[in-house]
Every structure is written in structure tokens, then in C-alpha cells.
């Protein structure tokens, strides 16, 4: 039982266009949703969250929308870099149990 | 800056071995995690603890058994290694991961042959 999906293995971009990388959730329980970057050999690293009492976060380049009511969250990448080449995982979470829950990854290429 | 340290960067056993995989994170977290990463299946969550000699199932267990004796110190033992089991690993440790979610090792790559 998946409660969280990411839907697209793999996803290639020219640099200076936008990434869309997608997730949807099952669990309505979910508080806090976030979004984690991982290189290959190196453990993932923290890259921008956002409440569920929220529908848009935005750091630098990175913005991240919520939509609870389709329980699909997203993450927007404008312009891209080639060192955004990496995989991407949704990981959402409640309150309640402080543990994450992660989606499969979405394997990101910025092509120059 | 946080860090959590896996002891080896790429192990390989033989089938039947028993594993220890060690962690450690020098930031006086009280949450860590052990997960596995596998193509197309994401980060799967085998173990976790709240607290000194406390250890919690995850989504996956079997197969696999934990140790925490000091509060800076996450094991994850493979009683008796498969080549299922050939994976990467990543421990994370956490304070609150609300407000800053998890640091990750950089993991352990493990064959079983």
C-alpha cells in the first residue's frame, strides 16, 4: 500500500527551462511535505518543505505548491542548472508519528 | 553542521554472514532511521528509534535487527545475509524533523554474493 506515489522515474529538461516533478499522497493525515535531493554515492539532503495550512513555499529556484484537496503536491524548478541533475524524492509526514514516508524518486537530467 | 557517519562506504559479504552496519551522528539527535534504497522503490524504512535501547519496526524488518546502546549510536545487524539484502543503506538521525527533517549518511552500499 503506497501512500505516496511519484508517478515519473525519470524526467529530462533543457537548462534555463522549468522542472515540474510531481507527487500524490494517500494519507489525509499528512501534516508537513518535503522534498529531498540526492546525488549518486551521497545520502539525500534537505531541499524545501512546506505546512499543510499552506499551498506555496518558495526558496531561491525552488518553489513548492500543495494541493490538499487532490492530495498532490509539487515541486517547480525554474530556471534549471545542470547541477539539478539528481534524484528527487517526495517525502511527507504527520505530526503525530515523526517518521517520514517517501515516495519511489524521480530521477532528474538537465541537459545543457 | 550535523553529521551522521556510516563506517564503510561499500561492503561485500557472503550469503549466510552476519552484517553489521554502523552509524553514528555526533548532534545529540534523539530520532534515527535505518532505510534502504532500491531502484524504482524509494527509501524504504527497515528500523527506527526514539530513544536509548529503544527500536521500533519499520515498513520492512525482516530479515534485519537493530542496536542503540548510546544515544549517538544506530546498528543495524543482518542476522543471516541473502542476496535480497544487497542494497543501498542510509541512516538518518533527527531532532525534530518538523522543523528540519532528516540528516542523512552518505550510505553503505552492500553486495551479498
Known amino acids: 500500500d503506497q501512500q505516496v506515489k511519484q508517478n515519473s522515474p525519470s524526467l529530462s529538461v533543457q537548462e534555463g527551462r522549468i522542472s515540474i516533478l510531481n507527487c500524490d499522497y494517500t494519507n489525509s493525515m499528512f501534516d508537513y511535505f518535503l522534498w529531498y535531493k540526492k546525488y549518486p554515492a551521497e545520502g539525500p539532503t534537505f531541499l524545501i518543505s512546506?505546512?499543510?495550512?499552506?499551498d506555496k513555499n518558495e526558496d531561491g529556484r525552488f518553489t513548492v505548491f500543495l494541493n490538499k484537496s487532490a492530495k498532490h503536491l509539487s515541486l517547480h524548478i525554474v530556471p534549471s542548472q545542470p547541477g539539478d541533475s539528481a534524484v528527487y524524492f517526495c517525502?511527507?509526514?504527520?505530526?503525530?508519528?515523526?517518521?517520514?514516508?517517501f515516495g519511489q524518486g524521480t530521477r532528474l537530467t538537465i541537459n545543457p | 553542521d550535523v553529521k551522521v557517519t556510516q563506517s564503510s562506504r561499500y561492503l561485500v559479504k557472503r550469503t549466510g554472514e552476519k552484517v553489521f552496519l554502523e552509524c553514528v551522528q555526533d548532534m545529540d539527535h534523539e530520532n534515527m532511521f535505518w532505510y534502504r534504497q532500491d531502484p524504482g522503490l524509494g527509501l524504504r524504512l527497515i528500523y527506527f528509534s526514539y530513544d536509548v535501547k529503544m527500536k521500533e519496526k519499520g515498513d520492512i524488518p525482516e530479515g534485519y535487527s537493530v542496536s542503540r546502546e548510546k544515544k549517538e549510536r544506530f546498528s543495524l545487524i543482518l542476522e543471516s545475509a541473502s542476496t535480497n539484502q544487497t542494497s543501498m543503506y542510509l541512516c538518518?538521525?533527527?531532532?525534530?524533523?518538523?522543523?528540519?527533517?532528516?540528516?542523512f549518511g552518505s550510505g553503505t552500499r552492500l553486495t551479498v554474493v
Open positions: 512546506i505546512s499543510s495550512i499552506k
Open positions: 538518518a538521525s533527527s531532532l525534530n524533523p518538523l522543523v528540519n527533517g532528516y540528516t
Open positions: 517525502a511527507p509526514l504527520w505530526e503525530g508519528a515523526q517518521k517520514l514516508v
